[in-house]
């Protein structure tokens, strides 16, 4: 069963512990596309993927390169309560264009003094021997997190959201990464359409023993102008409620090695894109169920499994 001084290993821990405060993060639009969009794997993305490419809150990174990353600071300002941030290059595939332009793009943005650490969102199909290394020398400057798309580690589920790789591909990425000690971070999807209980567990367990740093745990959001909202649409699955979703990620956070940050525990959908399930809309509610369940676990060896941790 897995715990850490009584609470699982949560993002804000990881910060306060290394940075001595929560760094917010400040989301960014590099102006990439991805091979599942421009013709090279596919025209029509990820079949869960939105028109935004998961970035429909980041600003979208001009030549001004320094005055747009002001721009998403001042979005942040309200609720930013730290003096440094992350920059989280969150829309389509952060790796995915000539090094010469990823040079200029993450050089400028990791030399800023308000920015502690760079986190870039990828594919693991789109991390070339010369992109890892622009990485390993920028690591060497400040942190740099790479989030790699998994979503899930079963074949007929991957070829089914269009994901476009194997698995085989996830496993050297990780390995040619954290060969340059690059922090990893791996997103799952829970909730996929047919997947089992059993399943996602897997994928989970599978994650947590693949070498990676962190995990993004996130619910599966049906969002408008996708594949899958017409699926739904058409009674072709269904969505998770509250409770189950709960009781799932619990019993993620148990099986997973205590020295893994978990970085995300639900995720946040645009509310004009989402369908379903409606529940995840109303976060504070989400969160708070999450809380109950965690506190409801059983004690362990004397000292209870997770407590709070969440932000």
Not at 68 to 83: D, F, G, T
Not at 143 to 158: C, D, F, M, N, R
Not at 181 to 201: A, C, F, K, Y
Request: proline share 3%; with cysteine.
């Amino acid at each position: 069963m897995r715990y850490l001084n009584g609470h699982f290993y949560s993002l804000n821990q990881f910060l306060k512990e290394n940075y001595g405060e929560k760094l917010y993060k400040i989301a960014l639009d590099g102006g990439f596309t991805c091979p599942n969009r421009d013709g090279t794997k596919g025209s029509r993305g990820c079949i869960f993927c939105s028109q935004g490419g998961s970035g429909e809150f980041a600003v979208r990174i001009t030549d001004d390169i320094s005055n747009r990353i002001n721009l998403a600071k001042s979005l942040v300002a309200p609720k930013a309560k730290c003096n440094k941030y992350i920059a989280y290059f969150q829309s389509f595939t952060n790796t995915y264009a000539p090094v010469s332009y990823l040079t200029k793009l993450f050089t400028k943005t990791i030399m800023r003094d308000d920015i502690a650490v760079v986190s870039i969102a990828t594919r693991p199909d789109c991390l070339s021997n010369e992109t890892v290394s622009l990485l390993d020398k920028l690591n060497h400057i400040k942190p740099i997190w790479v989030e790699l798309g998994l979503q899930t580690i079963h074949e007929k589920s991957a070829e089914y959201i269009r994901r476009g790789y194997t698995l085989d591909v996830y496993d050297d990425a990780v390995k040619r990464l954290r060969e340059k000690n690059i922090t990893v971070i791996t997103h799952v999807i829970l909730g996929l359409p047919h997947e089992s209980r059993d399943q996602m567990l897997d994928t989970v367990r599978y994650v947590g023993e693949s070498g990676v740093q962190g995990i993004k745990l996130q619910l599966l959001h049906v969002l408008e102008n996708t594949d899958l909202a017409k699926e739904y649409r058409a009674g072709a699955f269904g969505t998770m409620t509250l409770d189950d979703y709960t009781d799932l990620l619990c019993d993620c956070i148990e099986i997973l090695p205590e020295n893994i940050v978990i970085h995300r525990l639900t995720g946040d959908g645009a509310k004009r894109l989402l369908i379903a399930p409606l529940w995840s809309a109303d976060k504070k509610r989400v969160l708070n169920a999450i809380n109950r369940e965690l506190d409801n676990r059983k004690i362990v060896q004397g000292k209870k499994f997770c407590k709070g941790g969440i932000a």
